[in-house]
C-alpha cells in the first residue's frame, strides 16, 4: 500500500504518520520526489483501515499496489533511482559504459585494457575474478589475486570496478571493490542476496537465464529489503529455443522495466549474443531503448583470452561501438 501526501504536509505529520504506521507492525520507506512525498507501507496492510488513511488531513491519495515487489516497485517511487558510485551516477540522465575483460588473467593484461577502455569512454571497469565456469576443469579466476590486479587497475586510472562475488564469506575481499555483480546464476541465490541487503555496497543484478522479469524484480526485493537500495538491473540474455546465439537477448525487458521500477537498468549484450560481430548492433539497440548503461566484454587478444574469447571486442571494436552509442544517445534523450 502506499499513500500519496499532499505538497503541503509537514516533516511533523510525515513523523507522527510513520510513527502510527510502525505501531501498527509496518515497515514504512518514504520517498520524496521533486514534487510529491510517497510513503511505501510494507507489510500485512490488512491491519490498516484505508479510508482512515485517506481521511487524514494530510493525506492525498491511497493505493493498493497488486505487484509483489514493493521496494522496488516505480509507484513506491516514483521518480528514476540514480546510484552513486564515488561520485559517478547511474539511472536518471546518467548513462554510463562498463567494459573490460570477462575475466581478469594478469596485470599487464589488465592494465592495458582499462587504459584502452578508459580512452575510449568506458567509466567503470569490469573483470571477473570469481568465474561461475559450466565446467569446474575451466578457467574459475585469479580469484583473491584477481581482485587485487583490478584494484591496482583502478589506482592507476582512477576507474571504480566491478566484480561478481558468488560467496558472501568473501564479502571481506570486496571491501574497496566499487559494484559488486550478481552473477546470472546466482540471481535466485536467496540467501547471498539477503547478505548484500545488509551491505551499503552498489549490486549489479543480472537476470537469470531462465528467470522473468517480475523474479527479477523480487531478486532485487530481496536485496532492498535488508535496506540496500544501491540497485542496478542488468538484462543479459534469457535461455529461448534459438540456440543461433548464446543466450536471446530481451530487449523489451528495459521499456517493460523501466515502467516497472525506478531502478537504473544496464544491459550486457555480450554474454546475450556470445558474438563479437553480433555485440555493436544490440548495444545500439539496447542504447535506442533508454536502457541507462551496456556492459561490454573487451580483451587485447580475444584469440588467446582465457573466458569468453569469441564474445570480446578488441580495443578497436569498443571505441567504434562507444561513438556509435554516444551518437544514439544524442538522439534518444529521455
Ligand atoms: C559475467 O558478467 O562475467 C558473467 C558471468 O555473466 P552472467 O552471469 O550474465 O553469465
Ligand atoms: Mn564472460
Not at 43 to 63: A, F, H, P, R, Y
Not at 78 to 87: L, T
Amino acid at each position: 500500500m502506499i499513500a500519496v501526501l499532499k505538497p503541503n504536509a509537514t516533516q511533523e505529520q510525515t513523523d507522527n504518520l510513520t510513527k502510527w504506521l510502525e505501531s501498527r507492525g509496518l515497515s514504512v520507506h518514504i520517498s520524496k520526489g521533486e514534487t510529491m512525498t510517497v510513503v511505501g507501507l510494507i507489510g500485512d496492510t490488512s491491519k490498516i483501515d484505508s479510508e482512515l488513511l485517506e481521511g487524514l488531513e494530510m493525506v492525498e491519495s491511497v493505493k493498493r499496489i497488486s505487484e509483489p515487489f514493493k521496494s522496488a516497485n516505480r509507484k513506491f517511487h516514483p521518480d528514476d533511482s540514480i546510484i552513486d558510485i564515488g561520485g559517478l551516477k547511474i539511472g536518471g540522465p546518467h548513462f554510463q559504459l562498463i567494459a573490460g575483460p570477462c575475466s581478469v588473467e594478469s596485470l599487464e593484461q589488465i592494465l592495458t585494457i582499462t587504459k584502452s577502455v578508459q580512452a575510449s569512454g568506458a567509466a567503470i571497469l569490469r573483470g571477473g575474478t570469481f568465474k561461475p565456469r559450466t565446467s569446474p576443469y575451466d578457467f574459475q579466476g585469479l580469484r583473491a589475486d584477481g581482485v587485487e590486479l583490478l584494484l591496482e587497475a583502478k589506482k592507476q586510472t582512477g576507474m571504480p570496478i566491478i566484480t561478481e562475488i558468488m560467496n558472501a564469506n568473501h564479502l571481506p575481499m570486496f571491501e574497496n571493490v566499487d559494484i559488486i555483480q550478481v552473477g546470472a546464476r546466482n540471481m535466485q541465490n536467496f540467501e547471498l542476496l539477503k547478505e548484500l541487503g545488509m551491505s551499503k555496497k552498489p549490486i549489479l543484478l543480472k537476470r537469470g537465464l531462465a528467470n522473468t522479469i517480475n523474479e527479477l524484480l523480487m531478486s532485487a526485493e530481496y536485496i532492498m529489503a535488508g535496506g540496500n537500495h544501491n540497485i542496478i538491473l542488468c538484462e543479459r540474455g534469457i535461455r529461448t529455443f534459438e540456440t543461433y546465439t548464446r543466450n536471446t537477448l530481451d530487449l523489451s525487458a528495459i521499456p517493460v522495466l523501466r515502467e516497472l521500477t525506478h531502478l537504473p537498468i544496464v544491459v550486457d549484450p555480450s554474454h546475450a549474443l556470445g558474438v563479437a560481430r553480433f555485440i555493436q548492433p544490440m548495444a545500439m539497440a539496447a542504447t535506442a531503448a533508454l536502457a541507462h548503461g551496456l556492459m561490454i566484454e573487451v580483451h587485447n587478444d580475444p584469440a588467446n583470452a582465457l573466458c569468453d574469447g569469441a564474445q570480446s571486442l578488441t580495443p578497436e571494436q569498443f571505441a567504434e561501438l562507444s561513438k556509435k552509442v554516444r551518437r544514439i544517445r544524442e538522439v534518444a534523450s529521455e
